[in-house]
């Protein structure tokens, strides 16, 4: 986990990638991320060491709640303060950019900002098809749950123009913020893999039907960032299921097997700077509040396979420990791993993992409020947990999380 690593362009000096995290920390009234997200970030910044930002969301048609956008000057200008920080420690920072589809609620076209843009406002789809009912989103005005949204199919001329138009757009946004590389999102039923996956695509156009018409819009966005990033520099974030696993937000597909196997093949042509796949070990969240019973921390690797029909790196996401982590890497199953949760409450992850250091456990609870502080930048570093200040967070020893890969029977 401690050797260097080329990522396209990106020269890095360890292999423990910070995973992308929403966390819904975001101003209220402009969606620009703001002084404590530079301090999160900052935090978490290692000397050539990489951070892949919280999912980033392109334009006002995608909002997802208070995750901070990359649309306007003010967002830009947040996400400037952030890179210069993270550089400042010697680390390096990609941007995710986000399309969240029909996961947006639509309450959240009143928002004054968005509103006030003149732009499509959520909520859209590559089908008119709507999350299943029990799937509820938090409406803007009363801030409560409330059933999904119904999403309109996006026009096949809007695809081809405007949609790609903001993936460019975001993109080039993030080249004068900074950035290192940007990340498409692809993964976890938002808008790309919507357009992926058979159970939502019910188009008959050129964006619908068989496999290859299905990346189409997945394809024209990768080369619309690339001509504002080069190729060295964009990558895509994948999420492949298989039928004896859990889906994201319902986003089914007749044969994923076969899906995602033809989906990163394809991808190989671009020779991107890496690819993000996540391991499909996500049971929603009601088994995974614990580290210290998470079975998810146990299960076996699932998208091994990936190396056999992509030549280019790959980083692996999703329930790894130390002990599956290192072990991954040195079997050459992925060529670094993206830790999540490990990230959130320890901000000296890299440091810890390469002493043995004992882990702060987190708190899931405080993974998504809207509270700048809390669950955010209050986590210790190593050999500050004995302050008072810090009692409310535990630790465990790392060789307490899960099972290696061996013992999970790889």
């Not at 892949?52 to 006002?60: D, F, G, L």
């Not at 692809?186 to 790309?192: K, V």
Request: hydrophobic fraction near 35%.
């Amino acid at each position: 986990m401690f050797q260097p690593l080329q990522l396209g362009a990106l020269s890095l000096s360890h292999r423990v990638v910070m995973a992308p995290l929403t966390r819904t920390r975001a101003a209220v009234d402009s969606l620009a991320p703001g002084p404590t997200a530079v301090d999160y970030y900052q935090q978490r910044a290692s000397k050539g060491g990489l951070i892949i930002t919280e999912a980033v969301p392109i334009s006002p048609e995608t909002p997802y709640e208070y995750a901070p956008g990359i649309y306007t000057k003010e967002q830009e200008a947040g996400w400037k303060k952030v890179v210069d920080a993270v550089h400042a420690k010697g680390g390096l920072i990609c941007m995710q950019m986000w399309h969240v589809g029909r996961s947006a609620h639509a309450s959240w076209g009143k928002h004054p900002l968005l509103k006030s843009l003149g732009r499509p406002l959520p909520t859209v789809s590559s089908s008119a098809v709507p999350l299943p009912a029990q799937m509820v989103g938090l409406d803007f005005e009363t801030k409560k749950p409330s059933p999904p949204s119904m999403p309109r199919a996006l026009e096949a001329e809007e695809i081809r123009t405007r949609l790609v138009d903001d993936y460019r757009k975001a993109a080039e946004a993030a080249k004068r913020a900074g950035f290192d590389a940007v990340e498409i999102h692809a993964a976890h039923g938002y808008l790309l893999n919507q357009f992926l996956c058979d159970g939502v695509n019910k188009r008959t156009d050129e964006y619908g039907g068989s496999i290859e018409n299905r990346m189409r819009a997945l394809h024209e966005v990768v080369r619309a960032v690339i001509t504002v990033f080069g190729h060295d520099r964009v990558a895509v974030r994948i999420s492949p299921t298989y039928k004896d696993t859990n889906t994201y937000y319902n986003c089914n597909d007749s044969n994923p097997e076969q899906l995602y196997r033809e989906v990163i093949r394809s991808l190989d042509q671009y020779k991107l700077a890496y690819l993000l796949l996540s391991e499909p070990r996500w049971t929603g969240g009601k088994g995974n509040a614990d580290p210290r019973t998470d079975s998810g921390f146990s299960q076996p690797l699932r998208n091994a396979w990936a190396k056999e029909v992509y030549s280019s790196k790959i980083i692996g996401a999703g329930g790894f420990t130390p002990a599956s982590a290192k072990e991954t890497i040195e079997k050459g199953i992925y060529d670094a791993v993206a830790f999540g949760r490990w990230f959130i409450s320890n901000p000296d992850l890299p440091e810890r993992l390469r002493t043995g250091a004992d882990l702060n456990i987190y708190d899931r609870k405080t993974f998504y409020i809207h509270d700048p502080v809390k669950g955010y930048i209050d986590y210790p570093f190593a050999g500050k947990e004995s302050d008072p200040k810090f009692a409310k967070y535990q630790t465990m020893h790392q060789k307490d999380i899960g099972n290696s890969l061996e013992n999970a029977k790889l």
